[in-house]
């Protein structure tokens, strides 16, 4: 393996302008560290979420609905040559701190320092990690890094696609030598388990967190339904490690030991070989109750568990760990034995809220399957019901099936949906009765059901599968959503992607020993990829639907899949001449009254696609917007809500994609300004030199990723009083 760091305008910089550094305020990871000041306070965006609790929210207001579409792009930042191919899944939310941006970017997952205020590169760090970095489950730049300081030292801390963790000097990007061996702690190590260093697989695409001295690690998997070793797989534990140091601190087993909590849900001494269930989304922190929150993954074999019988602890549960043991405090398992590939897929939102005068400390967490759960996050109480309810019993052969599954409810006693779940025949396409008759055809080949409705046996006279919304592309995935402390109000983007949950035999059971596996009687098995995987050819899978696969990533962005596989968690997306399958909106975005337990408002997120848009179906048809359906992060400041679009369109402006702005409390546009692509990270503000910058990561569609940062021309700011 080899590294590299280019020092640049930090490194020829003259005494005077070292001396400034050493002078300005000291910086640490936004919540309390040490005693030091919030970071949003001072107006920074120092850990990947805004803060530890993952609410995303600023309180700077200088952008507001009475400027919003005056802003301009302030500088670019273009990833395409860091690496060896350009990248179009740039997911990075950057980090600002004491006037410097930083993020990962490119293809070999690079680490650039960036002038804030100009987009000039400062330094930046790579490493080459030969074979190890091309048989990674994780590739392409992650979500991000983490930061740390503890007023007199700063560093960066990150994973690479090889699963190493290196801390860097925030002012050279060189690493620090103290810090594991040469700056570098080998994860694939100290795991309890045994791994191949090349092929062990196990990666990182999230962006480490850091509470007070502490860093937390989660892992991640291949991308995909099929298991590429089986039922047998590497387990995706959770680590802290010492932040100055790089020792390791303490580890979670995500599936219990011998002798630990929850050994039992595992029947037939199956947790000595399953694997998986890790935390690839994002970990959130109360320091103040020192506690730790985990969104725990299913288990190896996305939509078959019949070779691990039980309900499987702690796959698809939220676990709160004590902060400096690792000890487990509670846990609360949403998902029974999962086969639908729910996981759960982002941070949990933690959110001071009050219920009937009562302020309680709430954790709310969205999910795939569009339902908000809402704890005590100091005792892990629901704070509105989740009733245990029957499901429906599978006839997959030797499949084990939970007879019943948590559902959420809200404060009016009805399932806290924020978007659909599930099919129902009234959820198919109606724009005309020529599209609604033929979505009725391509539905019939399907059984379909209310959420936690198994999956089938594919059959090719049919059933082809178990056709359902908010599945393994979500409802909500990576990006999660955002919270606002002033109203006690959360923001979530969900989206409407169906997919067919069918099963096959192994293409080849010499290679792989599952009883079943995902796939579809007409195309076969389909495969797990690493993430950033070469597209492919689509293929047909019933007259007048296509399946078009995904990139491999946890719901990412659709592209093709080849005959015999293809497709991650992305799910199939079946259309009807082209058209989705589903009525809109495409894509949403929810505002809920954690208070009250009860939506205030949603709205159809993104302008309608050009292919919904131009389709010659839908001649002389008025189309209300659509939205669109993407991965959308929202951001939340004291004056608005921010997000942008998923796709590109040409919709009254030349090709692009709009960053939009809301009204908080009705949802209503606020404004617009266009960027050359689509939104593909999320969103991220701070305030450098009296200026308010918005900075979000774009690309897709043909676009190489780049760092975009949006402010108001020079006359049109103006002096921000920061909250005491």
Known sequence: MTRTVRRLALCVAPLVLLLIWATRPIAGQSGSQSGLPRAESRGEWTTYGGDLANTRYSPLDQISAANFNKLEIAWRFAAGSLGPRPEFQFESTPLMARGVLYSTAGTRRAVVALDAATGELLWIHREVEGARGDQAPRQLSGRGLAYWSDGREERIIYVTPGYRLIALDTKTGAPIPSFGKDGVVDLKLEDDQVMDPINGEVGLHAAPIVAGNTVIIGAAHLSGSVPPKGMKNEKGYVRGYDVKTGKRLWIFHTIPQRGEFGNDTWENNSWTYTGNTGVWGQISVDEELGLVYLPV???????????????????????ALDLKTGQRKWHYQLVHHGIWDFDIPCAPILADITVNGRTIKALAQPTKQAFLYVFDRATGKPIWPIEERAVEKGTVPGE????????????????????WNGFQRDYIIDFTPELRAEGERIVSKYKIGPVFTPPVVSKVEGPLGTLSLAINGGGTVWAG???????????????????????????????????????????GARQATPMGGAPRPPVIVTRGARDTGADGSEGGPVVAAAPGGGGGEGGPAITVQGLPIVKPPYGSISA???????????????????????????KGVTIPRTGQAGIIGTLVTKTLLIAGEAQATTAGH?????????????????????MPAQQSGSPMTYMLNGRQYIVVAIGGGGVPGELVAFRLPAKETSTLTFPK
């Open 654 to 674: 030349p090709r692009g994609a709009l960053l939009r702005a809301y009204d908080k409390a009705t949802g209503k546009d606020a404004g617009g300004v266009l």
């Open 297 to 319: 993954e299913m288990s190896t074999g996305d939509y078959y568990g019949g070779h691990r019988p039980g309900n499987d602890l702690f796959g698809e549960s939220i676990v």
């Open 592 to 618: 809920i009254i954690l208070d009250k337990g009860e939506i205030l408002w949603q709205i159809a997120h993104g302008d309608t696609p050009d292919n919904v848009r131009n389709h010659p179906a839908l």
């Open 400 to 419: 084990w099936y939970s007879p019943t599954q948590p559902f959420p409810l809200d404060a009016q006693g009805k399932p806290f949906a924020y978007d």
């Open 481 to 523: 959503g955002s919270y606002d402390p002033e109203t006690h109000i959360m923001y979530v983007y969900s989206r409407r992607n169906p997919a067919s949950l069918g099963m096959v035999k192994p293409d080849d059971v010499k290679v792989n020993d599952m009883n079943y596996v995902s796939g579809n009687a007409i195309t």
